[in-house]
């Protein structure tokens, strides 16, 4: 579906591609990562999982440009993501990054509708067109009806899908999130473990860090774990 057809990054170039990255925290204890590499191809939704403190969230926020590594090289649609200053890797994240928390982190004194709104406006996108891919994505994800409703009055479930609706509003070529079910009850993780496995058979590239065995389950196409900052298993998932 177009809609949700990521941007594709140059032949045969993994659109992630993380090069013995170190992250030290400098206080003598251990290093949060220790010589990573990994490659994500355009398409692919990787899980990472792993122990509390392994370094997951580490990790995502390298990739998304919201912290450095100490060592190594992190690449993003060609982009040197460890080398941008923070102009452009706020940028960056605005247009080719989709951000997913397990906290929703939406803005309650705006209603779903200009939550979701938010980065096309940070992004300059025409009002128009704006609205239409608002609403065509609140209509695709289920939460139409909620469009003029303030987040507070929703249910996490339902929040989740609108903080997924803000993170696809400028075409990521890259959706990240972290723990994105971890503060879900089971029927609600259930719908946003759909939703996502449903955005990559859309051809969405996902990255996600997750304790949530049943979320690698049902969208990843490959997990990785970490353990101690450094990845000790790398395996493609049976569909
Ligand atoms: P996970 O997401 O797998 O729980 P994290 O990436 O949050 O792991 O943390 C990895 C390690 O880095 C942990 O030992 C954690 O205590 C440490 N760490 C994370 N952030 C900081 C920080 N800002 N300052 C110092 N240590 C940190």
Redo the contacts with the bound molecule.
């Keep these: 579906m177009t809609m949700y057809a990521p941007a594709q990054s140059a032949d045969g170039r993994p659109l992630v591609e993380l090069r013995e990255v170190s992250r030290s ?1 400098g ?1 003598g ?1 251990p290093p ?1 990562l220790a010589g990573v590499d990994l490659r994500v191809a355009a398409g692919e939704c990787l899980a990472v999982l ?10 995502l926020h390298l990739i998304a440009g919201l912290d450095r590594p100490t060592g190594g090289s992190v690449t993003v649609d060609g982009l040197r993501v460890d080398r941008l200053g923070e102009a452009a890797s706020a940028r960056y994240r605005r247009s080719r990054i989709g951000l997913v928390f397990q906290f929703f982190q939406l803005l309650d004194d705006l209603t779903v509708v200009d939550n979701v709104l938010l980065p096309a406006q940070l992004a300059g996108l025409p009002r128009a067109e704006a609205r239409r891919r608002a609403a065509e994505l609140l209509e695709r994800l289920g939460i139409a009806r909620y469009a003029g409703t303030h987040p507070g009055r929703l249910s996490g479930g339902e929040r989740q899908r609108v903080a997924v609706a803000r993170a696809l509003m400028n075409r990521p070529a890259l959706l990240l999130a972290d723990e994105p079910t971890g503060a879900l009850d089971s029927a609600a993780g259930d719908g946003v473990r759909e939703l996502l496995a449903g955005l990559n058979a859309d051809g969405q590239t996902i990255v996600l ?1 997750t304790h949530d065995l049943r979320l690698a389950a049902a969208c990843a196409t490959r997990t990785v774990e ?1 353990v101690d ?1 450094r990845v000790v298993r790398d395996a493609g998932v049976a569909a």
């Design positions: 925290y206080q204890g949060a792993g122990p509390s403190g392994s370094g997951k969230s580490t990790l860090v970490l900052g």
